[in-house]
């Protein structure tokens, strides 16, 4: 991680985190999970109207599947299981990130937060997720704490995570990371994107343990 680095109202945002092409790797493995049919939209798995939210999403478990691989994954280990490769490259540089983050926030210390999972969605022109909302909810969601998100291409005056109260818009920018609260405190959107091109996204929880 080389890049700068910005904090305003609890929202921790981190530039050019990964090695040049991770980000487009994650865009073709998205493109290829959808060509094999594992991945879902909002209509599908939820039967809401298009008018509240639309995207199209799956999440990435590398125990099922074989990622393409990164031409520096090589130089990533997860010390945990031992296991080399994109996963481990991609929670690395996560991990990074969550560190700075309670650098900053450092009462996040007195907590067991994990995180493990890697969710990776796909807006087209015109979709977007319209409703406020936080990420903190009922059963899996009441455990979140801090929510990730990392912006796999940029998006032009479009696309942005919008946040309620903060009266913030952050734009989508490629090889970006944005951390925050996953409480009530900072409901937000993702909004409409326009243009030609679609907006992709890594996202995601850190879970109290």
Sequence with gaps: MNGAIHYKEF????ENVYPDGFCRHFIDEFERSSNEG????????EGCHKTLKQDEFTFLNYKNQSPTPF???????DYNTGEWGVKALFFEGLQR???????????????????????????????GYHVWHCEQGTE?????????????NTIVDAGETEYLYQKMRIP???NTVVLWPASYTHPHR?????????????????YLE
């Design 172 to 174: 989508p920018i490629e």
């Design 97 to 127: 990130c969550f560190n700075h983050y309670c650098n900053q926030y450092d009462a996040l210390r007195q907590l067991e937060i994990r995180c493990n999972n890697i969710k990776v969605q796909k807006t087209k022109p015109g979709e």
């Design 11 to 14: 929202i921790g945002m981190y």
């Design 140 to 152: 899996d969601g009441e455990r979140r704490i801090v929510t990730y998100a990392l912006y796999l």
């Design 38 to 45: 594992v991945t879902n939209n909002r209509q599908q798995i």
């Design 71 to 77: 031409n520096v994954e090589e130089n990533s280990r």
């Design 190 to 206: 993702g909004n409409v994107v326009y243009g030609e091109e679609a907006k992709y996204i890594v996202t995601g929880w850190f």
